[in-house]
């Protein structure tokens, strides 16, 4: 879960730098749809360290830790919209493929958070994905 955790995180930036460029390219759409998904991601990191970590008497993670992982999987700074599209796609993709290869793993109310959240982030890429076809 710490590999997930750290991922999502660097979700989170990898989706600021594409609402900051939206931003710079005068994209209100984009600008203001990846801030909802940061919003999301936040808050969902939240909710997995109160689920996961704290209530099993787990040593919660502490920021240096998530940054360390984030920094494994945050990708180059997006040179234009597109790629910041892809950036986006492949981190969720490989979110999706960590939470799938790891869900037996957890206990039942684990399993109901990162099955929700899976979900969402199955939302998120049909938002990219018809956003990346208009542009």
């Known amino acids: 879960m710490k590999e997930i955790f750290g991922e999502i995180l660097a979700l989170y930036f990898a989706s600021k730098d594409v609402h900051y460029l939206a931003l710079l390219k005068n994209r209100w759409d ?26 099993l008497d787990k040593d919660f993670m502490c920021s240096r830790e998530i940054f360390e992982i984030a920094l494994k999987y945050a990708p180059e700074k997006p040179s234009d919209i597109k790629t910041g599209f892809n950036n986006l796609t492949r981190l969720i993709n490989d979110i999706l493929n960590k939470i799938t290869k790891e869900f037996d793993k957890y206990p039942v109310g684990t ?18 994905g018809k956003e990346f076809k208009e542009n």
């Open 30 to 55: 984009i600008h203001k749809m990846t801030d909802e998904i940061a919003s999301d991601l936040i808050g969902w990191l939240d909710d997995i360290q109160e689920i996961q970590f704290l209530p």
């Open 111 to 128: 399993q109901n958070l990162i099955g929700g959240f899976a979900q969402e982030l199955q939302k998120k890429i049909g938002f990219l």
